[in-house]
């Protein structure tokens, strides 16, 4: 498996999350914005994130949240 690579294009505000070079056979949309490219064998070989700025920040704050909780209850 080739290195991953993370290519993001500010314009547009997508995030590429490139895993192999391989060329793409099929693509599935994982939920509205996020898409997985698969090649000829089914493998993942890239994923999309369309407002990718949104879901970072999102997903960033969920995550930080959520761990900020366990951790506060923890200390309770």
Do not use: W
């Not at 991953?4 to 590429?16: G, I, M, N, T």
């Not at 070079?21 to 089914?42: A, G, H, M, Q, Y």
Request: negative net charge; hydrophobic residues 40%; proline residues 3%.
């Amino acid at each position: 498996m080739n290195k991953a690579r993370l290519r993001y294009f500010e314009q547009e505000d997508v995030l590429h999350l490139v895993i192999s070079e391989e060329p793409e056979c099929r693509s599935v949309e994982l939920r509205p914005n996020i898409t997985v490219e698969l090649n000829d064998k089914n493998e993942m070989i890239g994923v999309e994130i369309l407002n990718a700025s949104a879901f970072l920040r999102d997903t960033v704050l969920e995550s930080v949240q959520a761990k900020t909780l366990q951790l506060v209850g923890a200390e309770a």
